[in-house]
């Protein structure tokens, strides 16, 4: 069964979701599936047991209180079955398909996959890019792709890589350097240095008109 993205994460697809139906969550109208990491963090499965509060369980998207007991038809209470099915599942230990390491739970497993596995396949970050390949093999295409979002190293301004040449030659950050003193100095600097060469040259230009008006008379 394929089940749709996550509302909370939006990882898709969601691996191990449990359905928050009205049994569980009564301001609900329509079944959530969510992915098992946030169903951990729902239930407080990802902290130690002797911190869980059951009593501050509230529904990601109606904030109504979420109990761990439902009614039957003949109206006895018994436990909250995606509670105590994620409880049992939390103490399996699991393996990753990809590289065979092991972990101690599916909430583990489900965080290694999403985050840490080598040979995992993932989507590049680049926005409209759609290469995937292995988590490992992405570094070295990200570092070339052009949809990839990267940081001007002079202004510390995102953009993307396919328009970092043309941020970077007009940059008001990037250091230039002087043609007449050789200072170097930051690109939106330059005018105003460049104005008080232009003083000096007009200076000395008026400079010499004056000794060359003297020579004359």
């Known amino acids: 069964m394929e089940f749709p993205s996550c509302p909370i994460c939006l990882s898709s697809p969601a691996n191990c979701p449990v359905q928050l139906n009205n049994d569980l969550c009564k301001g609900c109208n329509r079944s959530k599936g969510l992915c098992l990491v946030c169903c951990h963090k729902l239930f407080q499965l990802d902290i130690p047991e002797r911190f869980r509060n059951p009593c501050s369980l509230n529904c990601p998207f109606c904030r109504d209180q ?26 399996t230990e699991q393996k990753c398909a990809n590289c065979d390491e092991t972990f101690e739970s599916p909430y583990d497993l489900e965080k290694h996959l999403n985050t840490e596995c080598p040979n995992t396949i993932i989507q ?8 995937h390949c292995e988590r490992h093999l992405m570094i070295s295409h990200e570092n070339q792709c052009r949809f990839v979002w990267c940081r001007c190293l002079d202004c510390q301004k995102v953009i993307k890589r396919s328009d970092l040449t043309e941020h970077r030659k007009a940059c008001p950050m990037r250091v230039v350097v002087c043609p007449e003193c050789g200072m170097r100095m930051k690109k939106c600097e330059a005018v105003n240095h460049a104005k008080l060469h232009e003083i000096q040259i007009i200076n000395d230009y008026n400079a010499r008109v004056v000794r060359l008006q003297h020579f004359c008379n």
Request: glycine share 2%; charged share 30%.
């Open 124 to 131: 590049c970050s680049g926005n409209h890019c759609d290469f």
């Open 66 to 91: 979420i109990d761990l007991t439902k009614r039957t038809k003949d109206n006895t209470y018994t436990k909250c079955d995606p509670y105590w099915e994620l409880l049992d599942m939390s103490k």
